[in-house]
């Protein structure tokens, strides 16, 4: 009897030790992903955090610096309230998303050469290639656009006429770049549905690439107009990304984990010296980069409703600044006395800090809102 209890004992010890080491070793992939990820985040916001001061430095050399000239809204008017509360920034360094997109894409494309000969796996849900190609060329394209927009103020192209461009024309831009991404999308890489939560997944078939237009064209402008106050875009960007980067869990993609990990890691190095007060501003060579891959992102990996959520301050931006350009435009009066909203919020009186901060946690709480209902 002793014997038997003893034997059943230590089959059920032995049957415990061997769940135990299935479990481990279906852990260990994911763990290893996990060290991975974390590991490139890290050395990306060294290096980052490394280059900034002699990018700051080269910056004030070049005195590529923000001017005090007179603004202008999209139908050519002057905006005072706008110069009145931004004259302080005149003399701040900008362009700070172009080491950015230098670091991400350089170590990006560094990458995958060093995973494969440590032998590492790599997990992806689309072709390698094309999915790598909508990421640089989104990345890169949008980012060269909000350089040259960068330069042309810089160097006063803007007033002068030469080699400048209209809004219309920078919006024509726009759409080829977000036309060519669509159509490697759609085509290229077969995203052709939509999951909508409580619904399920719906086929769009074609009509996925003006929806892809659409997405990539608004959250690249949404973007850009938040780019106003100092650390507010990037405050807002960097819980997006955190957002995007738990739910790229749920698929498996190493390159999207990879680069947001890259990006996440260089965009907190930013930040610290884009605080108020600011020593370097992102510029539209940032803003229209980063709006523009965040929909890349949110669409490769299928929660474009998530992140329409998770990055709501981007909407409440730009819906601000259109529903304003459509009451100047057909009703002929102004809806706000300033727009977009941050800037209506320091008209009425809010601490520029204040109003980046309320919004980081606002942000913080659609993001946790965005992430409930796409795992619901």
Sequence with gaps: MNNSIRACAAWEQKSFESAVELSSALRYPERTRMVMALGVLLFSFIVTGVSIVPFIDLLYSLRFQRKNEKSKDAFG????IFDKLHKNKTGTPIGGGLLLMVVVSVMFALIFPVLRLLGVPITVVY????????????FISFGLLGLYDDTKKFFGFE????????????LLIQCILALIISLQLVFGLGITMLNLPFVGVIQLGWLMVPFSMFVIIAFTNAMNIT???????????????????????????TPIALFLALWIGSLIAFLYFNIFPA??????????????????????LGKVIALVVIGGIFILEISSSLAQLLSKRFLKRKLFPVAP??????YIGWPEPKIV??????GLVLTLFGLWIDLM
């Design 77 to 80: 008017s002057k905006t005072p």
């Design 127 to 138: 072709p390698l290639q094309g999915e790598l190609n909508v990421l640089f060329f989104t």
């Design 159 to 170: 007033k002068t006429g030469f080699f400048g461009l209209r809004m219309s024309q920078k």
């Design 227 to 253: 780019d106003g106050l100092d650390g507010l875009a990037g405050s807002v960007l960097l819980v997006c990304l955190f957002g995007l980067w738990i739910l790229s869990a749920s698929i498996v993609d």
């Design 279 to 300: 020593r370097l501003m992102m510029g539209d060579v940032g803003s229209l980069s980063f709006g523009a891959t965040l929909a890349v992102v949110g669409l490769l």
């Design 341 to 346: 909203f941050h800037i209506w919020l320091q």
């Design 357 to 362: 901060q309320r919004a980081f946690l606002t």
